[in-house]
């Protein structure tokens, strides 16, 4: 049989991490879901390429985050469970540097019963045994110098399995180290639902057990919520807090890939590499935008508002910032009501919409890239009928469906506009007509009812900083 761990794949150059870019930093790499662990099988030729690029990154990571679902697992055969993990750490994982730390959340498919959550345990020994009572092993935290990882469980037996998550510990976990600087969140099921796909319990943690878990990472400040479970990748933003998934580690044909990011006074930064060493995505976090009270009237978005691609070397992306202000209309009809509209001469429909739907006059962005195609949604907050409304929308083409924001103002937080699309602002052709408080066909076009409607914009081009190049070398 063909030994796969450590099989060539396309590119062997060295790949330039992330690095902090002062010396209290940290840089990492989180990867997700290889569901492997059985010789031969399809999962060990793709973890394997995977892996080869996590072996090229110069300098390589100080630690490793997997979120599960590092075997296939699922059997109630305990021999055949401790074989695939014997596999994974013996074979699949034997080229990591021993100093380097792995650490791991429980998965559907490695803890999803009393004596699978046993198994995970004993493989998985060093893993520390602070977490809340019943736990130990399967929950815990980690604190390096300024930095608190803390690695939940979203399938304990104890508290009903798969989609449900502990919140009394982690509270109490992230108040006792409230002075570190840096705080991460891992687990493996994802909070906000992905795609506009929603399953309770199955594809998310259970709605009213995410929202109490959510508030408390938004109460104490967590940077991220790292997680994997489906497998793609995307990122959201809620109330300031971003959702990471990413679990590309090993289950073709889905887009494999694996995260290496850096932490340092700045905040977060990561690229998403696929296993040609390419930057499938990437993100600096948080935004960094100059006050609202210096934008510029909204005219036009210039000559371009497109994703460049990477070539494995520079990744940049386009932001556009809209501040929408004035007084909304009074409780009436439900009829649409144009803030923005942008289209081109040539085409039947706009390309871009940002108005008010319903009656609730819910805030919501529709694109329409390809002709002849429905448009994509994008929903965000209702106005309150005859009031002042202050709102910020922000489009970032580097981050896919979740990089359509909003925010109630300057040094408010942001938080992704809900949507099921598959894709975001990089898709959008620029248009060159715009109309404001009004559609393409004219002023009679979907108005705006309210008044006063005052619209300021900014942009700005971002480029992937990967840190001084001293620390590079």
């Known amino acids: ?52 690029v996590v072996q090229r990154l110069r300098p390589q990571p100080q630690y490793i985050c997997f979120p599960g679902d590092e075997i296939i697992g699922l059997t109630n055969n305990e021999e055949d469970l401790l074989a695939q993990w014997r596999f994974w750490h013996e074979k699949e994982v034997a080229w990591l540097d021993k ?25 998985l020994a060093h893993l520390p ?21 803390v690695f939940v469980n979203t399938t304990w037996s104890g508290l009903g399995g798969e989609g449900h998550v502990e919140t009394a510990w982690l509270d109490r976990t992230l108040t006792s180290h409230a002075d570190a600087r840096f705080k991460l969140v891992i687990g493996h099921h994802p909070v906000h639902p992905v795609g506009g796909c929603s399953s309770p319990y199955a594809l998310e943690i259970e709605a009213d057990n995410g929202r109490e ?11 991220a919520y790292i997680c994997s479970h489906l497998l793609t990748f995307d990122v959201q933003v809620h109330q300031g807090v971003l959702q990471i998934l990413t679990a590309g580690a090993g289950r073709a044909p889905h887009a494999l890939h694996c995260l290496q990011a850096a932490l340092d006074a700045h905040g977060l930064r990561y690229q998403a590499l696929d296993t040609n ?58 009829d649409a009501q144009t803030l923005l509209c942008g289209w081109n001469e040539s085409a039947v429909q706009a390309s871009l919409w940002i108005g008010l739907l319903g009656r609730e006059r819910r805030l919501c962005v529709l694109m329409s890239p390809v002709p002849g195609r429905s448009p994509s ?4 907050p209702a106005l309150h009928a005859d009031e002042r ?78 840190g001084n190049d001293e620390q590079q070398g």
Not at 4 to 14: E, F, K, M, S
Not at 215 to 220: A, C, E, S, Y
Request: hydrophobic share 35%; with cysteine; net charge negative.
């Open 1 to 52: 049989m063909e030994d796969l761990t450590n099989a060539p794949v396309p590119g062997t150059a060295d790949i330039p991490a992330i690095v902090p870019r002062d010396s209290g930093g940290h840089q990492f790499v989180c990867y997700a879901d290889s569901c492997s662990g059985v010789p031969g099988a399809p999962e060990e030729h793709a973890f394997a390429s995977v892996n080869a």
């Open 99 to 123: 100093s380097v730390p792995l650490y791991h959340t429980t998965g559907n498919h490695t803890a999803y019963d009393i004596a699978s959550e046993k198994v995970f345990r004993e493989t």
């Open 129 to 149: 045994r602070n977490g809340p009572s019943g736990q130990e092993g399967l929950t815990y935290f980690v604190r390096r110098d300024d930095l608190l990882l």
């Open 213 to 223: 878990f959510w508030q408390v990472l938004v109460k104490h400040k967590v940077m």
């Open 277 to 334: 060493g390419q930057i499938r995505n990437w993100l600096e976090w948080p935004l960094n935008i100059p006050s609202s009270e210096t934008w510029s009237a909204f005219r036009s978005l210039g000559d371009s508002l497109v994703h460049v691609g990477s070539d494995g070397a520079d990744a940049t992306a386009d932001l556009a910032v809209w501040r929408f202000s004035g007084t909304s209309s009074p409780a009436d009809g439900g």
């Open 377 to 380: 949604y994008w929903h965000g």
């Open 389 to 466: 409304f202050d709102i910020q929308i922000a489009m970032q083409t580097g981050m896919g469906p979740g990089g359509l924001l909003w925010r109630w103002g300057d040094g408010e937080p942001w938080s992704s506009l809900a949507t099921a699309s598959s894709w975001g602002a990089e898709r959008l052709p620029v248009p060159n007509s715009w109309g404001i408080g009004h559609g393409q066909q004219g002023p009679a076009d979907r108005p705006f009812r309210g008044g006063a409607l005052r619209i300021t914009c900014h942009q700005q081009q971002l480029a992937l900083c990967r």
